[in-house]
């Protein structure tokens, strides 16, 4: 079943209380501090800190797995908050507030004249400031776009990442395999690591 903006806001502020220092609620309705996770059977107590890892996102007031397993390809809990307009899909554009269209742009104006990723002709953003600009020689925009997009532009995205996934799985025959995953920081140091 989707979720719905009601719900999208209650999901957004129980892990706003999840990681805030106090004890109030975020929204009066479908939010969770304290009182909430120390009635459930087997009762814990609110984090009141950032997350450490992100499978911690299923002890949240209203995450599911189901839930948990459409977003975590597209969620961190690594970095400054902000989104590397160089690599990530236009599923995360779109969430970050850009329409479709504009999102899709974004994508086709990364991918350069032959439409194809990874190839010598792909454009990238070098500062945040010509994103806008260089979007627009590109594609047409209507107005309101070129004002959401400004706003994402401003609020939200970044030109180059510090923090990389990096999952590597090795098979032996069909019957065994070992998939590692970890997150490195560009100056090498890791600061995840699971073996699955």
């Excluded at 454009?123 to 925009?141: D, M, R, T």
């Excluded at 309101?144 to 990389?164: D, G």
Aim: glycine content about 6%; some cysteine.
């Amino acid at each position: 079943m989707p979720c719905d903006e009601t719900q999208a806001q209650e999901l957004a502020a129980c892990i706003l209380d999840w990681r805030d220092s106090d004890s109030e609620l975020s929204i009066p309705a479908g939010s969770a501090e304290y009182l909430h996770y120390s009635s459930l059977p087997f009762s814990y107590a609110a984090k009141n800190s950032e997350f450490e890892i992100l499978e911690e996102l299923l002890l949240v007031k209203g995450f599911s797995e189901n839930i948990f397993e459409k977003i975590k390809d597209y969620v961190t809990i690594y970095g400054e908050g902000r989104v590397n307009i160089n690599t990530t899909n236009a599923a995360v554009l779109f969430a970050l507030g850009l329409d479709e269209d504009t999102a899709n742009k974004v994508i086709l104006y990364r991918a350069g004249k032959d439409g194809l990723r990874g190839t010598l002709d792909d454009n990238v953003f070098v500062s945040g400031a010509e994103i806008v600009p260089k979007l627009s020689q590109a594609y047409a925009f209507s107005p309101s776009q070129i004002e959401q997009l400004n706003q994402v532009a401003v609020s939200f995205l970044a030109v180059s990442s510090n923090n990389f996934l990096i999952r590597s799985t090795a098979r032996l025959n069909a019957r065994y395999s070992l998939t590692v995953s970890s997150v490195v920081r560009r100056d090498g140091r890791i600061i995840y690591w699971r073996e699955d």
